[in-house]
């Protein structure tokens, strides 16, 4: 990979944010969604699914490319932005890439390159968030190759804007986790309705919905992967969605210790700058060096993702640090600022509440510690 080629795409980027993004992003937090046309203008600029083979309108790109986007819209403290881009880019394309048919890659890859399309990815619902292996969803046959599912979803991401729905339903009550499908929902097909718009303490412009399933017919050809198999094939996906969260843990991070700086060297106290007592000094010297250390894990992470080497355990190691540090940092750095810290002006109040449902989503903390306790010392 020319690394040079990789900085101009980051310029690209952060140019993109700078005119495109900082104008509107207070509206958008304020209205608790992205405009849709939003995404049509990130598709238009190839910022979408930038990984994906030019064959299904992708550019083709490195997977480091895809991390790019992802960095510089999370250093920039987008948290919300960051969050609906790694559930469309990140996890439900490759989904559709790594399992899809021919026809499914076809048909949805080249609109959600385009922005025409958003995924969500539908696995918690109210009783099974967790404990995933509880979802109640389910699918009948149709007796013509389709099905008809009942239940519904919570908590889900671009759930407002998602054209289609990358959702774990039961095709086989049965056969307890191993009658777990993936289906690929259209959201314009009668039976599907999305619920309200939930209502957070951060994260506001990211849509976050539940959706319902009544009778909601699906025809064939829209099980993703293996009947039965959504539970393996969610287990290998895993490994990237959760090192891109870390990947915007970290960067997030790295932009609040930037704002803090910032202002750390404007703010009077007892006749000088704060940022001169050692204690915030040492403060930002920590966070600081705790960035970079966790940038290095990234970097693997990266690298052994594009091996095909990231394992389960590793990335529940890595999005288990990482987020915590996000949050430790992000409260440290909120610190420094006193109570103008506390104020909603000021974007280090948006780092702190944004950066806590990192710990939660994507498998939350104590689930990353149980893989990893697992790996060290059995069930
Ligand atoms: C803003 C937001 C966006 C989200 N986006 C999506 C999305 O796009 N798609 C999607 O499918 N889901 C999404 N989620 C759901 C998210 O993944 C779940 O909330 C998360 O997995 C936790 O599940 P839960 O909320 O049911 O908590 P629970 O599973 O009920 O957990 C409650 C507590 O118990 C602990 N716990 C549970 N089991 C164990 C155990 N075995 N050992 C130790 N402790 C345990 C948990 O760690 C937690 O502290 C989102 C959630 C939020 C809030």
Known sequence: MDQAELELFRDTVVRFLREEVAPHYEDWERAGRIPPEFYLKMGENGLLCVDQPED?????????????????VSRAG??????????????VAPYILH???EEQKQHYLPRMAS??????????????????????SRAEADGQGGWVVNGGKTFITNGQNAGVVCAAIKTDPSRGSKGV??????????????????EKIGQHAADTSELFFKNLRVPAGKVLGREGGGFGHMMDELPRERLALALTAVAHA???VERTLVYVQERQAFGQNIGQFQNTRFTLARAQSEVECHWAFIEKGIAKYERAELTPVEAAMI????????????????QLFGGYGYMAEY??????????????????????????????LGR
């Open 254 to 256: 790295r932009g609040a």
């Open 56 to 72: 299904y309108g992708g550019i083709g790109a490195p997977f480091a490319y895809s991390m790019v986007v992802l960095e510089e």
């Open 347 to 376: 974007p280090i109040s948006r780092d702190f509440v944004d950066a806590r449902i990192q710990r939660i989503y994507g498998g939350t903390s104590e689930i990353m510690l149980e893989i990893v306790a697992r790996s060290l």
């Open 115 to 136: 922005g025409e399309c958003i995924g969500a990815i539908g696995m918690t619902e109210p009783g099974a968030g967790s404990d995933l292996a509880n979802i109640r």
């Open 78 to 91: 987008y948290m919300a932005l960051a969050s609906n881009l790694t559930v469309h880019s990140d996890i």
């Open 181 to 198: 499908s993936l289906l690929l929902l259209d959201t314009d097909q009668e039976g599907f309705e999305r619920g309200r718009n939930l």
């Open 99 to 101: 399992l899809g048919s």
């Open 319 to 334: 999005k288990y640090t990482t987020t915590e540090l996000e949050n430790r940092i992000c409260d440290q750095c909120l």
